[in-house]
């Protein structure tokens, strides 16, 4: 973590939180929040400014850490926000890793969290809840081989015709995804662009699927 020559105040490490072009930089700063041992009240809102407006997944790492470690009370709205609205699969899987990490004091709200998340992948793609378990343990899994990846780049896409069912691969500029999805439920899956490794064991969820490359 950098090392500030001298201690600013408040006012000036949150100016150059919002200014810096650098998010290295940015998330640095965020992190040296700690230092400062009075007007908690004011660094809340900073972490929250950071975790709500920054664009960068760095910054908002950082600040989700240090609101999780430091204000645990009062953290507890915005976590549950950044469960329902955040987009970047690294703030979402980080998410997830506090609530896992007994070093934190949510780790009997996974649970929450994770029905939060798995309610957002039916509800975006339409599926039913069992089987939103594997579409996310898929994106949590993309996530390590793109960590630039937001929730909506990974999309589902299905046509009907005549003769049976039609997969459309669509290319994102971080992701490629082939899949099919019929009456809440996922008939078709085709992984040759994807360089996985392996998949998720939640795949012997989906009763319906049908086609898989």
Not at 3 to 18: A, E, F, G, V
Not at 72 to 96: D, F, Q, R, T, Y
Not at 158 to 166: D, I, K, P, Q
Not at 170 to 184: C, F, Q, T, W
Request: proline residues 1%; positive net charge.
């Amino acid at each position: 973590m950098m090392i500030l020559k001298r201690k600013l105040t408040l006012t000036q490490l949150s100016l150059l939180i919002n200014t810096s072009n650098d998010e290295n930089l940015r998330s640095d700063y965020v992190k040296t929040l700690a230092q400062y041992k009075y007007k908690k009240t004011k660094i809340f809102k900073i972490l929250e400014r950071c975790i709500k407006k920054d664009k960068s997944s760095l910054v908002k790492i950082s600040a989700l850490k240090l609101l999780a470690k430091n204000y645990s009370e009062k953290s507890w709205h915005l976590l549950k926000w950044v469960a329902n609205h955040e987009g970047s699969m690294p703030v979402l899987a980080e998410l997830i890793n506090i609530t896992k990490n007994k070093d934190y004091k949510f780790s009997d709200k996974n649970d929450v969290f994770m029905e939060i998340l798995l309610k957002r992948v039916a509800h975006t793609h339409d599926l039913c809840m069992k089987e939103s378990k594997f579409f996310l343990d898929l994106l949590f899994l993309l996530n390590k081989n793109a960590p630039r990846l937001y929730w909506a780049e990974v999309k589902f896409w299905f046509l009907t015709e005549s003769e049976g069912y039609s997969i459309c691969m669509v290319k994102d500029l971080e992701s490629h995804s082939i899949y099919a999805v019929e009456n809440g439920h996922i008939v078709g899956l085709s992984f040759s662009y994807f360089k996985l490794g392996e998949l998720p064991e939640s795949i012997g969820l989906l009763s319906e699927l049908e086609y898989l490359n």
